[in-house]
């Protein structure tokens, strides 16, 4: 069973750049599609982005698209999300998840303890 | 790229049986069969309960069943029980290759 966690939130004022990784602790992480999915405080779940196994495939909500950039590192079994120009609306809980597919990325089946990203002045 | 709709609250009485439903459009979960549930108790993680309209992953209880008709897809909980008062999410595959949730259902037993 794949365990995750994030880590690298934290307060930022608007503008300014964090990135967030997510470690994987098991060997199938390179053969599996991940997604960055957010929570808002006391709203709902909204997904971010999603990478194919290798890497080649990334998608990104409108909200993010030209802004955030997902990747990983299959060597380190880590996955990775730079966020640019942020907003206080960028501001919730960030959870990493593992498809169950490493090319077609439709489920979340395993997910990770979140990290909590503040965008504030 | 729209949330799902889906109902702000339902409830139901232990043993009862709810459907919460989950509303789209034919770029999402009218054109492909690609919807999931997952469920959310308060301060945890999501949790994978539905996948494929209407598959459960192995370890999931057979309480838990989805099904679809054009737009909408729904999750229907039988023989309810205190642990499933909880969040419930769907989510969708999307013409733009992307996913979507809707806003979720807070269900309270």
């Known amino acids: 069973q794949v365990h995750l966690v994030a880590s690298g939130g934290g307060v930022v004022q608007p503008g300014r750049s964090l990135r967030l990784s997510c470690a994987a602790t098991?060997?199938?992480?390179?053969?599996?599609?991940m997604h960055w999915v957010r929570q808002a405080p006391g709203k709902g779940l909204e997904w971010v982005a999603d990478?194919?196994?290798?890497?080649?495939?990334?998608y990104y909500a409108d909200s993010v698209k030209g802004r955030f950039t997902i990747s990983r590192d299959n060597s380190k079994n880590t996955l990775y999300l730079q966020m640019n120009s942020l907003r206080p609306e960028d501001t919730g809980v960030y959870y990493c998840?593992?498809?169950?597919?490493?090319?077609?990325?439709?489920?979340?089946?395993?997910w990770g303890i979140g990290t909590t990203v503040t965008v504030s002045s | 790229q729209s949330a799902l709709t889906q109902p702000a609250s339902v409830s139901g009485s232990l043993g009862q049986s709810i459907t919460i439903t989950c509303t789209g459009t034919g770029n999402d979960i009218g054109g492909y069969n690609f919807v999931s549930w997952y469920q959310q108790h308060p301060g945890k993680v999501p949790k994978f309960l539905i996948y494929d309209v209407s598959q459960r992953p192995s370890g999931v209880s057979n309480r838990f069943s989805g099904s679809k008709s054009g737009n909408t897809a729904s999750l229907t909980i039988s023989g309810l029980q205190a642990e499933d008062e909880a969040d419930y999410y769907c989510?969708?595959?999307?013409?733009?290759?992307?996913?979507?949730f809707g806003g979720g259902t807070k269900l309270t037993v």
């Open positions: 998840a593992k498809d169950t597919s490493g090319w077609y990325l439709y489920y979340m089946d395993v």
């Open positions: 098991e060997l199938t992480f390179s053969r599996s599609g």
């Open positions: 989510c969708s595959y999307t013409r733009s290759s992307t996913l979507v």
């Open positions: 990478i194919s196994y290798e890497g080649t495939n990334k």
